[in-house]
């Protein structure tokens, strides 16, 4: 019997060979893409749907207002997304042509979920036609509709969940797991906001600044995707650095209630030596 890593070599050179064990290892890496990608977090409230993306940079010398990682894709419809950043425009620019095709099809909005279904059957697509490879990219798709708030989360391989909220990229799992304790039912639009930057802040271990941060609303009354001046996310940006500024205060003092009494007792063991 071969290892397993014998068996399944030479299975990711082609998009459309399956390993053995029914896996396509191209759709798995254009997944370890998106994990390798800066945290986007999507809430769903009665009042609306939140957009919110970590773009912090690696250099100081980059213009930050440059960096796009959410984008208006209808009046009623954004999206945030993950991944390699061409990808995801590629992806962002075929969503706006279907959201204007259905325009004037139809002489109305497109739904939510119809949009992101055609750009999961275009993610498919990529997953089953030889010299091609898939969308390194994920999205997440909020709007509102005639039957209220959405929320759809893309993967690179073509599926589509929809969620009350939901985060994509490296801080993933860290995010999620503050959503399963915190969110609620009934948020309004401004405790969405503060719900999606506690969880940014603790998938980036507190490195959130107002020039880290995007959000995007798009407001239930008014049907219409918004996204927030640097003034507005200024604020919000100051209220979560106050809400944890007591935790972090209190981490301190115990660090140094450690330190102190650590000392205390290495004074009091080096007396007990100068007595012997």
């Given at each position: 019997m071969q290892?397993?890593?014998?068996?399944?070599?030479?299975?990711?050179?082609?998009?459309?060979?399956?390993?053995?064990?029914?896996?396509?290892?191209?759709?798995?890496?254009?997944r370890e893409a998106v994990k390798r990608g800066t945290t986007s977090l999507g809430v769903k409230s009665k009042d609306g749907v939140v957009l919110v993306v970590d773009k912090r940079t690696t250099s100081r010398l980059v213009e930050t207002k440059s960096i796009e990682k959410i984008f208006q894709i209808?009046?009623?419809?954004?999206?945030?997304?993950?991944?390699?950043?061409?990808?995801?425009?590629?992806?962002?620019?075929?969503?706006?042509?279907?959201?204007?095709?259905?325009?004037?099809?139809?002489n109305?909005?497109?739904?939510?979920?119809?949009?992101?279904?055609?750009?999961?059957?275009?993610?498919?697509?990529?997953?089953?036609?030889?010299?091609?490879?898939?969308?390194?990219s994920a999205l997440i798709i909020g709007g509102v509709n005639k039957k209220g708030c959405r929320l759809f989360e893309t993967d690179p391989s073509g599926a589509l969940i929809e969620y009350k909220a939901t985060?994509?990229?490296?801080?993933?799992?860290?995010?999620?797991?503050?959503?399963?304790?915190?969110?609620?039912?009934?948020?309004?639009?401004?405790e969405a906001i503060d719900l999606a930057l506690d969880a940014v802040y603790v998938a980036t271990s507190g490195k959130v600044t107002d020039k880290s941060v995007e959000i995007a609303v798009i407001e239930a009354e008014t049907k219409t995707y918004r996204k927030l001046d640097h003034d507005e996310v200024t604020k919000y940006v100051e209220t979560l650095l106050e809400r944890n500024a007591p935790e972090e205060d209190e981490d301190e003092e115990d660090a140094d209630a450690e330190e102190s009494e650590d000392k205390e007792d290495a004074d009091a063991e080096e007396s007990e030596d100068k007595v012997e």
């Open positions: 290892p397993l890593q014998q068996q399944n070599a030479g299975y990711d050179r082609a998009i459309t060979v399956f390993s053995p064990d029914g896996r396509l290892f191209q759709v798995e890496y254009a209808d009046d009623h419809i954004g999206a945030a997304t993950s991944g390699l950043v061409a990808d995801a425009r590629a992806l962002i620019d075929r969503a706006r042509v279907e959201a204007q095709i259905n325009k004037i099809s139809y109305e909005p497109i739904r939510v979920e119809a949009l992101a279904k055609k750009i999961c059957d275009l993610k498919q697509l990529y997953t089953q036609n030889g010299g091609v490879r898939p969308f390194g985060a994509i990229g490296s801080g993933r799992s860290d995010a999620m797991d503050y959503f399963e304790e915190n969110y609620k039912e009934d948020l309004s639009l401004d």
